[in-house]
């Protein structure tokens, strides 16, 4: 990258995306999207336009830890992404996305409740 498109990364950070088997990379929210780089493969990349994202599911703990979040594209694609600060990443994409495409997993007990 040159600096020019340095200066416009929002967040970089590394990160695991889980497509079978975990891939260890760096995830890069910009103005542009969501892109995530394997360190090892470059055909295992995945680069997602905020016009592409429908919804951001992030699955929190009950000690309110945000452990993996989930990027929905339009077409029902799931991207699961897990990253050291979790938070600081969906705060980035919070810049991006409106309010209502940042939602909550529903919890263990939730689920079992029948909620």
Do not use: C
């Amino acid at each position: 990258m040159d600096n020019e498109q340095d200066e416009q990364i929002t967040l970089k950070m590394a990160a695991t995306y889980f497509a079978g088997a975990p891939q260890f990379g760096k995830l890069t929210i910009s103005p542009t999207g969501i892109q995530f780089t394997n360190d090892h493969a470059e055909r295992l990349s995945v680069m997602l336009a905020w016009g592409e994202v429908n919804q951001v599911v992030a699955s929190v703990s009950m000690r309110k830890k945000i452990s993996r979040f989930t990027v929905i594209s339009q077409t029902g694609n799931q991207y699961p992404f897990a990253a050291k600060d979790a938070k600081a990443v969906l705060r980035a994409i919070r810049i991006y996305l409106k309010p209502e495409q940042l939602v909550r997993a529903r919890g263990v007990l939730a689920i079992f409740r029948g909620h």
